[in-house]
């Protein structure tokens, strides 16, 4: 078996010992323009492209990913990128944003990639024994999207896999970052009273998905598992993330409902937020209250 890598980065630089940029291929920037955290530098989130495979000795491709990863820069007043930091400030910048591009460069994972290679190859060469058709190599995706203000980035990612089987698997996922305090965080920590607020976002699931049953003729046992309601009280396990509507409570699919169901999606306007945050809350969010 040999290992091929491939490694395509959308960026100007590339961390070291992480192989080398692909010619010819434009950035992918989610967001267009940069907001300022401090009065000299702001915060750019863009996406690099990472690729990986293992062929096995005839050049069939046993294991694959390809993972769109979000990464964060800090820019300096004029535009630049920032390196070293010479201020408090720029160094808290800095800091802010190896803790965000930690987070994402945790999937890159030799070990996990060559453990689906080694499974693959099995199936392979059941496959070949038994003279029947092998649907591919075993593939990973990552695809992901941000919503961002000038105190938030807020990140919804969908992550695809195939791993043998009679389909592949979808799960959607959510994560928050909050630009001034430099820290991924949970939706209940926005709230005043964390008890009370997920208790009324569990009552609000509940009604929702309760009224989605009954537009489809069923009720909420046979529309969902019969364990929906346990399930939706730890909403806050789930993809939590925010757009420009709110904030979105996402279950993929086998999570709440069957496959067929497919992914169950959860919307709370941020009028429903209001009357639940902290002062932090409302800052992070940049909301006023009534």
Known sequence: MKKLMILLVLAALVPAGCGAPAADVAPQQILPSALPVQEKLTYQV??????DAVLAEDGTVLASYSFYLPEMTVLTEEGVRLETARTEEEETALAAAETFNQRFLDWLSDEELDSMAQEAAQELEWYREAGAEWF??????LTVSAYQTEHLV????????????????TWHMGWNFDLDSGMFFGAESLAADSAE??????????RQADARAAENGLEPQEFFWTD???????????AVFFDAG?????FSPYELAS????????????AWLLPYLSEHGLAVLELAEE
């Open 259 to 270: 496959y067929a169901a497919g992914t169950q999606a959860f919307r709370l306007s941020y």
């Open 136 to 141: 591919g190599g075993y593939r990973q995706e």
């Open 228 to 238: 929906y309601r346990d399930i939706l009280a730890n909403w806050s396990s789930y």
């Open 197 to 206: 607020f997920q208790a009324a976002v569990l009552e609000e699931l509940i």
């Open 46 to 51: 863009d996406t690099r492209l990472w690729e």
């Open 154 to 169: 807020s990140l919804e990612g969908t992550y695809y896999s195939y791993a043998g089987g009679p389909h592949p698997n």
């Open 246 to 250: 709110g904030m979105l409570i996402v």
